[in-house]
C-alpha cells in the first residue's frame, strides 16, 4: 500500500469520492501516480492545439471547418476503435489499413462492376474484414505465431488482394448517390436533431451514474457524491450542446458522426458493463491470472482481432464514402500509410496502454481528434505535410513515453 492510501485509509482511485475540492485534487495527482493519465491531459492538449491553430487562423474554429472535422475523424476513429480493443489485451494489429482498403475495394467490386444491391455488398465487405480478423486470430491464439508478424504477413497479403481485384489501373467511382457515398454526406439539417442527441448523452450519463452510485452506496462501496455527479453533468452538458450548436450553425448533425459515437458507446458498453468485457481487461493485465480465473484466453483473443478486423473494414467504407471511389492509389496508401499510423496513434494518444489492461473506446475518439485536428490546422495554413507527420510523431512519442514511465514508476511502487 503506498502513502497516499495509507493516509487516507482508501484507494486512491476512490479518494475523491464524498470529499471536497482539495479531495478531488489529491486524488488526480494520485491517479496519475498510478499511471492513470486518464482522457483530462489529452482533453487539455486538444484545447491547447485548438487555441493555436485558431490564433493562426480565424477559421479554424469555424461552424465549416469543425463540421467538416467531425466527418473527417471517422473513417480514421472507427479503425482505432478497433485498434483499441486489440491493444487492450497487449497486442497490436498491423494489418488494419489493408483490411479497411480490401473492404472498400470489396465493395466496389461486388456493387459497381458485378451489380451487387449496395446493402447485400456492405454487408459482405464487413464480413470480410470480420473473416480477416478470425484468420488472424486463428494464426496467433491456437497456432501460437506472434501477433506483429501474423497481421504484418495480413498487411501484405490483404493489400495485394485489394490491389489484384481493382487491378493495376482500376479506379472504380462509386454512386454518389448511394448508399456508401451518403454515410459521410449526409446530415440532419433539423436543430432538434442535433440537440436531441446531446440531450440524451446528458441525461443517460447523468442516470447511468446515479443508478452507479446507488448501488455502490448500497454496497457499502465507496461512491461518488451527488455534487460530483452533478458537476460532471454540467461540464458534459456544456461540450454537448456547444457542439450541437456549432454543428446547427453549418449542416446540421453529420450522419458519419452519429454511427461512429454510437459504436463508441456500445463498444464502451460492453467493455466496461459486461463479463465479455471484465474478461478482455483481464487477459491484458496478465495472461497466466487471466487463464487461472478461468478466461478462454484463446477464444478471447480471437474475438478482439474479429472485432478489429470488422470495424477496420466499416472504417474503410466511411473513407471509400469520402472518396467516393476506391482504386489502386488509395489501397496502398490505406495498406502500408497513414491510415494505420493514424489509428494506433490515435489509440496511444487518447490513454490507451500499449502493455494492455488499460483505455477505453472513447481514448479512440479524443486521440483522432488531436490528430485530425493537428492535420486540418496544418491544411489552413498551407504547411506542407512533412511537418505534420513530424509533429503527430512528436505527440505520438510523448503518449507512448509517458506511460511508459508511468508504468514503471507504478511498478516501482508496487515492488516497494
Same mark, same amino acid.
Given at each position: 500500500?503506498?502513502?497516499?492510501?495509507?493516509? *487516507?485509509?482508501? &484507494?486512491?482511485?476512490?479518494?475523491?469520492?464524498?470529499?471536497?475540492?482539495?479531495?478531488?485534487?489529491?486524488? #488526480?495527482?494520485?491517479?496519475?501516480?498510478?499511471?492513470?493519465?486518464?482522457?483530462?491531459?489529452?482533453?487539455?492538449?486538444?484545447?491547447?492545439?485548438?487555441?493555436?491553430?485558431?490564433?493562426?487562423?480565424?477559421?479554424?474554429? *469555424?461552424?465549416?471547418? =469543425?463540421?467538416?472535422?467531425?466527418?473527417?475523424?471517422?473513417?480514421? /476513429?472507427?479503425?482505432?476503435?478497433?485498434?483499441?480493443?486489440? @491493444?487492450? +489485451?497487449?497486442?497490436?494489429?498491423?494489418?488494419?489499413?489493408?483490411?479497411?482498403? =480490401?473492404?472498400?475495394?470489396?465493395?466496389?467490386? %461486388?456493387?459497381?462492376?458485378?451489380?451487387?444491391?449496395?446493402?447485400?455488398?456492405?454487408?459482405?465487405?464487413?464480413?470480410?474484414?470480420?473473416?480477416?480478423?478470425?484468420?488472424?486470430?486463428?494464426?496467433?491464439?491456437?497456432?501460437?505465431?506472434?501477433?506483429?508478424?501474423?497481421?504484418?504477413?495480413?498487411? %501484405?497479403?490483404?493489400?495485394?488482394?485489394? @490491389?489484384?481485384? @481493382?487491378?493495376?489501373?482500376?479506379?472504380?467511382?462509386?454512386?454518389?448517390?448511394? =448508399?456508401?457515398?451518403? =454515410?459521410?454526406?449526409?446530415?440532419?439539417?433539423?436543430?432538434?436533431?442535433?440537440? /436531441?442527441?446531446?440531450?440524451?448523452?446528458?441525461?443517460?450519463?447523468?442516470?447511468?451514474? &446515479?443508478?452507479?452510485?446507488?448501488? &455502490?452506496?448500497? $454496497?457499502?462501496?465507496?461512491?461518488?457524491?451527488?455534487?460530483?455527479?452533478?458537476? !460532471?453533468?454540467?461540464?458534459?452538458?456544456?461540450?454537448?450542446?456547444?457542439?450541437?450548436?456549432?454543428?446547427?450553425? #453549418?449542416?446540421?448533425?453529420?450522419?458519419?458522426?452519429?454511427?461512429? %459515437?454510437?459504436?463508441?458507446?456500445?463498444?464502451?458498453?460492453?467493455?466496461? !458493463?459486461?463479463?465479455?468485457?471484465?474478461?478482455?481487461?483481464?487477459?491484458?493485465?496478465?495472461?497466466?491470472?487471466?487463464?487461472?480465473?478461468?478466461?478462454?484466453?484463446?477464444?478471447?483473443?480471437?474475438?478482439?482481432?474479429?472485432?478489429?478486423?470488422?470495424?477496420?473494414?466499416?472504417?474503410?467504407?466511411?473513407?471509400?464514402?469520402? %472518396?467516393?471511389?476506391?482504386?489502386?492509389?488509395?489501397?496502398?496508401?490505406?495498406?502500408?500509410?497513414?491510415?494505420?499510423?493514424?489509428?494506433?496513434?490515435?489509440?496511444? +494518444?487518447?490513454?490507451?496502454?500499449?502493455?494492455?489492461?488499460?483505455?477505453?473506446?472513447? *481514448?479512440?475518439?479524443?486521440?483522432?481528434?488531436? +490528430?485530425?485536428?493537428? $492535420?486540418?490546422?496544418?491544411?489552413?495554413? /498551407?504547411?506542407?505535410?512533412?511537418?505534420?507527420?513530424?509533429?503527430?510523431?512528436?505527440?505520438?512519442?510523448?503518449?507512448?513515453?509517458?506511460?511508459?514511465?508511468?508504468?514503471?514508476?507504478?511498478?516501482?511502487?508496487?515492488?516497494?
Amino acid at each position: 500500500m503506498d502513502a497516499v492510501s495509507a493516509t *487516507s485509509g482508501r &484507494h486512491p482511485r476512490t479518494r475523491g469520492r464524498n470529499m471536497n475540492l482539495r479531495g478531488y485534487a489529491d486524488a #488526480f495527482r494520485a491517479r496519475l501516480r498510478l499511471g492513470e493519465r486518464g482522457p483530462i491531459l489529452v482533453a487539455l492538449g486538444l484545447v491547447v492545439i485548438w487555441l493555436v491553430f485558431q490564433s493562426l487562423d480565424d477559421n479554424f474554429l *469555424s461552424p465549416r471547418n =469543425l463540421s467538416n472535422l467531425s466527418v473527417d475523424i471517422v473513417g480514421t /476513429g472507427l479503425v482505432a476503435v478497433g485498434i483499441v480493443f486489440v @491493444l487492450l +489485451i497487449g497486442e497490436i494489429d498491423l494489418s488494419v489499413g489493408s483490411v479497411s482498403g =480490401l473492404a472498400g475495394a470489396a465493395f466496389a467490386v %461486388l456493387n459497381v462492376n458485378l451489380g451487387m444491391p449496395e446493402w447485400l455488398a456492405l454487408i459482405v465487405a464487413m464480413l470480410s474484414g470480420m473473416a480477416v480478423g478470425a484468420v488472424h486470430g486463428f494464426f496467433f491464439a491456437w497456432v501460437g505465431v506472434p501477433a506483429f508478424v501474423v497481421t504484418l504477413a495480413g498487411l %501484405l497479403a490483404w493489400n495485394g488482394l485489394t @490491389l489484384f481485384l @481493382l487491378g493495376a489501373s482500376g479506379t472504380i467511382s462509386l454512386d454518389e448517390e448511394g =448508399l456508401v457515398a451518403s =454515410l459521410t454526406s449526409s446530415y440532419f439539417g433539423a436543430a432538434a436533431a442535433a440537440y /436531441g442527441l446531446a440531450a440524451l448523452g446528458i441525461a443517460a450519463y447523468f442516470l447511468v451514474s &446515479h443508478r452507479n452510485r446507488n448501488r &455502490h452506496k448500497a $454496497a457499502g462501496m465507496p461512491h461518488r457524491s451527488l455534487s460530483e455527479i452533478w458537476v !460532471r453533468t454540467g461540464v458534459l452538458a456544456l461540450i454537448a450542446l456547444a457542439a450541437a450548436y456549432t454543428l446547427n450553425q #453549418f449542416q446540421g448533425l453529420p450522419l458519419a458522426l452519429l454511427i461512429f %459515437l454510437t459504436i463508441i458507446v456500445a463498444s464502451d458498453y460492453i467493455l466496461r !458493463r459486461t463479463r465479455y468485457g471484465r474478461r478482455v481487461y483481464a487477459l491484458g493485465g496478465g495472461i497466466e491470472a487471466a487463464r487461472r480465473a478461468g478466461v478462454g484466453v484463446a477464444r478471447v483473443r480471437i474475438l478482439m482481432f474479429m472485432v478489429s478486423g470488422t470495424l477496420a473494414a466499416i472504417g474503410g467504407l466511411f473513407v471509400a464514402s469520402g %472518396l467516393t471511389s476506391a482504386s489502386p492509389t488509395t489501397a496502398r496508401a490505406a495498406g502500408s500509410g497513414m491510415l494505420l499510423i493514424n489509428a494506433i496513434a490515435a489509440a496511444v +494518444i487518447g490513454g490507451t496502454s500499449l502493455f494492455g489492461g488499460r483505455g477505453s473506446t472513447w *481514448s479512440a475518439l479524443l486521440g483522432v481528434l488531436v +490528430i485530425e485536428s493537428i $492535420a486540418s490546422g496544418m491544411a489552413l495554413l /498551407g504547411v506542407q505535410d512533412a511537418v505534420q507527420f513530424m509533429i503527430t510523431g512528436g505527440v505520438l512519442l510523448a503518449a507512448v513515453t509517458a506511460d511508459t514511465l508511468s508504468r514503471r514508476s507504478a511498478g516501482a511502487r508496487d515492488r516497494a
